[in-house]
T-cell receptor, first 116, second 117 residues
Framework: AQSVTQLGSHVSVSEGALVLLRCNYS??????LFWYVQYPNQGLQLLLK??????LVKGINGFEAEFKKSETSFHLTKPSAHMSDAAEYFCAVSTAGGTSYGKLTFGQGTILTVHP | GAVVSQHPSRVICKSGTSVKIECRSLDFQATTMFWYRQFPKQSLMLMATSNEGSKATYEQGVEKDKFLINHASLTLSTLTVTSAHPEDSSFYIC?????????????FGPGTRLTVL
């Protein structure tokens, strides 16, 4: 079984400030981890993914995330927030093989608000 | 990147009618597609896994007779909500599993907003 917990349903930052969105996962096997962004009334866009290669993953729009096995975490960061980053962010986990092949389990989502 | 389309983007129907939603992978072949539903201010919940040429696998609690899934080709999966009721109103999103192995990415469609009156 796998699960994802996103700490904080809402995060508010000022433009130019650091963005930190927290994600912890639970998986009985080595996980694949993803961050997606969703704008209102739209589907999900992949920001970045961890697939057992480098633990520090760089994605689009200046976002990056670090896989920490000891902490079972995959927090998303961006050094300087932009107004266009305001959206909802989802962390997701999947595993290889078995009946869970390819299935994504999503966290509850974190709404990011960016203030001028 | 890979593109997945959904049609229609928005549908309003009367209670008791059936609604079909199409999910297409436009520039790649998808042997596996997934159907999710998302209630307002909530996360995505997987409904079913659709495999080309075989029956869909439904998640626990999802009525297979109510949510009919057909994956007739490598680029098209359809979800039919039969005898829709107001509680079926939701945002339905599909995703397609790209080629490249188990670590490959799911590409999401733009979603379909279903409102049942």
């Amino acid at each position: 079984a796998q699960s994802v917990t996103q700490l904080g349903s809402h995060v508010s930052v000022s433009e130019g400030a650091l963005v930190l969105l927290r994600c912890n996962y639970s998986s009985s096997v080595p996980p694949y981890l993803f961050w997606y962004v969703q704008y209102p009334n739209q589907g999900l866009q992949l920001l970045l993914k961890y697939t057992s290669a480098a633990t520090l993953v760089k994605g689009i729009n200046g976002f990056e995330a670090e896989f920490k096995k000891s902490e079972t975490s995959f927090h998303l960061t961006k050094p300087s927030a932009h107004m266009s980053d305001a959206a909802e962010y989802f962390c997701a986990v999947s595993t290889a093989g078995g009946t869970s092949y390819g299935k994504l389990t999503f966290g509850q989502g974190t709404i990011l608000t960016v203030h001028p | 990147g890979a593109v997945v389309s959904q049609h229609p983007s928005r549908v309003i129907c009367k209670s008791g009618t059936s609604v079909k939603i199409e999910c297409r992978s436009l520039d790649f072949q998808a042997t596996t597609m997934f159907w999710y539903r998302q209630f307002p201010k909530q996360s995505l919940m997987l409904m079913a896994t659709s495999n080309e040429g075989s029956k869909a696998t439904y998640e626990q609690g999802v009525e297979k007779d109510k949510f009919l899934i057909n994956h007739a080709s490598l680029t098209l999966s359809t979800l039919t909500v039969t005898s829709a009721h107001p509680e079926d109103s939701s945002f339905y999103i599909c995703s397609a599993h790209g080629q490249g192995g188990i670590a490959d990415t799911q590409y999401f469609g733009p979603g379909t907003r279903l409102t049942v009156l």
